[in-house]
């Protein structure tokens, strides 16, 4: 069973660009997350799709946007892109068929970007 | 959204047990407690998930008292490479909130 896949995993852009990134959740998960990592702020969640709706979003500027596909797969996408959205962009799937149930959550490899 | 507590960073030398213990006094009813461990440049990965009592699986054990005010993620004898960050999470009807984490160094 494949695991989550993120396309790219290397990016650079420059200040004032845009960016899309791209998450391909395991086969029948239907739920995606979306979270930045930097060393001073960690893990923080952008936000969550389920079944092509978002149903969280975390606090990130209009920048941030995010959008799933009926397939599943989803892609977030900064515009405008500044020195301080250099990270590791991550993104997680789970199957949460029913959102009362605690599922695990498989997590991408993860695509670092940077800003220059 | 319960927020969780563990320490910054713990070191322990190969083959030793280690014990991380997490606080989550806020913790509600319906959460679970889950650990995830995540090494450098990688997404992390879920190690353990537990409502009450005592977890065990392939690779550690989750300890959690009565009270579910706190849990101890436990590492049977450690390798080099579970050197890594470990992050509890207190896990409800919301997205994952990851802190800080501890990271673990284990040494030879």
């Known amino acids: 069973k494949a695991g989550v896949t993120q396309t790219p995993r290397y990016l650079i852009k420059t200040r004032g660009q845009q960016v899309t990134l791209s998450c391909s959740p395991i086969?029948?998960?239907?739920?995606v997350s979306w979270y930045q990592q930097t060393p001073g702020q960690g893990l923080q969640f952008l936000f969550e799709?389920?079944?092509?709706?978002?149903?969280n979003k975390g606090n990130f500027p209009g920048r941030f946007s995010g959008r799933q596909f009926s397939n599943s797969r989803s892609e977030m996408n900064v515009s405008t892109l500044e020195l301080g959205d250099s990270a590791l962009y991550l993104c997680?799937?789970?199957?949460?068929?029913?959102?009362?149930?605690?599922?695990?959550?498989?997590f991408g490899q993860g695509t670092r970007l940077t800003v220059v | 959204l319960a927020k969780t507590t563990q320490p910054i960073s713990m070191d322990s030398y190969e083959g030793q047990e280690v014990n991380i213990t997490c606080s989550h006094n806020?913790?509600?009813?319906?959460?679970?407690i889950t650990w995830y461990q995540q090494f450098p440049s990688q997404g992390p990965r879920f190690i353990i998930q537990?409502?009450?009592t005592k977890v065990t699986n392939e690779v550690a054990s989750l300890f959690i008292p009565a009270d579910r005010k706190s849990s101890t993620l436990s590492l049977p004898r450690v390798s080099l490479s579970d050197t890594a960050v470990y992050y509890c999470?207190?896990?409800?009807?919301?997205?994952?909130?990851f802190g800080k984490g501890t990271r673990l160094s284990v040494i030879a």
């Open positions: 997680a799937s789970s199957q949460e068929a029913d959102r009362a149930l605690n599922t695990e959550a498989f």
């Open positions: 086969s029948g998960h239907r739920s």
């Open positions: 799709y389920f079944s092509e709706t978002q149903r």
């Open positions: 806020n913790i509600a009813t319906n959460d679970y």
């Open positions: 537990g409502y009450k």
């Open positions: 999470l207190v896990e409800g009807n919301t997205p994952l909130v």
